[in-house]
């Protein structure tokens, strides 16, 4: 421990085989508690599976040819422009691309055959065709594609269009607001709930539990934050929210409806893999873009049963619902201080309520899994790496979940980024759930995140201390942890009751 004035509580033993904070099935749950509700993250909030769509048209009958020398780029762009609501197949093969495939219109699949058949090869890098350099923080040089795009790019507007405003203060945990005029909406609607500040950086003070360190120079940069949900009930001007409000409600903050009318949906890349030449990691900031995936203001969409090959960084979800599953990350890259790249999955800015499960990660990125910029209500669980690092990269990302993770030997588990001026690493919520490895892990240390943190089923030698509202870290043993899967356990309260 580092840092940390608290007060250990010794009757809590090892024995202890559920979480406080949750209970065996959600009886202890409080939905104004420090424990956030998780359930709505991934493909239409969990509620449907991704879907097996029936077989649609071919790459092939646009000119593609899976030689591994061919420049397919063309092909491949003119069956996603041309088609409409379908699955795009591409049959066995290896299909070089030399430029951004551009996925802009909802209901489009690209489908291979299976990792180990269908292999997409860019053979250049994002900076090179199409430029874009920008510097650091500290004013270095680089490309912005360090930290963004992807060689799939599915890219959309989240739209979201002013409804009506809310006249009522509330708290975090209410469901029931007031507004102005409740004509314009309707049960069973699906809308966005924000909040802005004057630019007085009240809101991501709040969302940092009034904790937000010392070098927060830059925080008024983000003067809002959302939340999407349907509303279940209307009664006059008063509409009750499915979700419960992760913030508060203040006079002196601009309140709103919004519509949530994302123009880019149901939109998927399946059962291939994504191969990059090998060259040598040159290391942070120099990236130029051998990046696999973006998805960038878009809503339920997802990446399954996909391999990304020495790639600078995999998948840059900026997208609301979505789930990547069954992803795997190699390389064969010669390494730089034992990294082979930059970001192997980022929850990047604004991402909310999406899911990363059942991933292997068989190489080690700077920032393996990172939340970051207000990234809120995202869940990675069920996954393994040789050294994994969860990043939390400052600017108030909040409310994010680590569930049932094996990071490994432990030692870059806290291996965190981002500029010292955008205030601690996390925001409250963040919460680690079964979290394994080969060597104890301690607790990150105060500059971490606010109090309002949550440690549950950690590998570690450090004794349970349980403070309402202070530090939470329960020792429980990750083979007495109950239930095993905080997600899972959520939605399956949420939906079956």
């Known amino acids: 421990m580092t840092n940390l004035s608290i007060c250990r509580d010794s009757s809590v033993t090892m024995n202890t085989a559920t979480s406080e904070l949750w209970g065996k099935s959600g009886e202890n749950w409080d939905p104004k508690g420090r424990l956030p509700d998780f359930s709505f993250a991934g493909y239409h909030s969990g509620e449907q599976s991704i879907p097996d769509h029936p077989r649609g048209i071919s790459v092939i009958d646009f000119g593609a040819v899976g030689d591994g020398q061919t420049d397919n780029t063309k092909a491949f762009q003119q069956a996603i422009d041309e088609c409409e609501g379908r699955v795009i197949e591409i049959p066995e093969g290896q299909y070089v691309i030399r430029e951004i495939l551009w996925i802009q219109k909802p209901d489009i699949v690209l489908r291979g055959e299976g990792p180990s058949k269908t292999v997409i090869l860019p053979t250049t890098k994002l900076e090179a065709v199409r430029p874009s350099m920008s510097e650091t923080a500290d004013g270095l040089s680089t490309s912005n594609y360090s930290w963004s795009g992807g060689f799939i790019w599915i890219k959309g507007d989240l739209q979201n269009e002013l409804i009506t405003k809310i006249t009522t203060d509330a708290v975090r945990g209410d469901r029931t607001l007031t507004v102005i005029n409740a004509s314009g909406l309707s049960v069973g609607q699906v809308v966005t709930i924000q909040i802005e500040d004057s630019g007085d950086a009240s809101i991501i003070q709040h ?291």
């Open 207 to 497: 969302l940092y539990a009034d904790d937000p360190g010392e070098n927060d120079d830059n925080l008024s940069f983000h003067r809002q934050t959302t939340l999407v949900s349907r509303i279940q009930l209307i009664d006059g001007e008063r509409i009750t929210l499915e979700r419960s409000l992760p913030f508060d409600i203040r006079p002196e903050w601009k309140a709103e409806v919004l519509t949530f009318a994302p123009s880019v949906t149901e939109c998927g890349i399946a059962d291939l893999s994504i191969e990059f030449p090998i060259e040598p990691y040159t290391g942070h900031f120099k990236e130029l873009g051998m990046n696999g995936i973006a998805i960038e203001q878009a809503a339920h969409c997802w990446v399954r049963n996909v391999e990304i090959r020495n790639a600078d960084s995999g998948i840059f979800l900026e997208s609301h619902f979505s789930t990547i599953d069954h992803l795997v990350l190699t390389s064969k890259r010669p390494k730089l201080q034992g990294d082979t790249g930059h970001h192997g999955v980022s929850f990047s800015s604004y991402a909310q309520d999406n899911l990363l499960q059942n991933f292997d990660f068989e190489t080690r990125f700077i920032h393996d899994i990172t939340v970051e910029n207000m990234a809120c209500g995202n869940v990675a669980k069920l996954g393994k790496g040789p050294d994994l690092s969860l990043d939390h990269h400052r600017w108030c990302p909040n409310r994010n979940l680590f569930s049932q993770i094996d990071v490994g030997t432990g030692e870059s588990v806290w291996r965190f980024g981002g500029g010292p001026q955008r205030g601690k690493h996390t925001g409250r919520g963040a919460t680690f759930w079964g979290i394994s490895s080969k060597q104890p892990i301690s607790h990150p240390g105060v500059q971490f995140g606010p109090a309002e943190v949550n440690f549950v089923g950690i590998n570690s030698h450090v004794p349970s201390i349980r403070e309402t509202d202070g530090l939470w870290w329960e020792s429980i043993p990750l083979e007495d942890l109950q239930p095993t899967d905080l997600h899972e356990a959520q939605l399956k309260r949420r939906l079956v009751g």
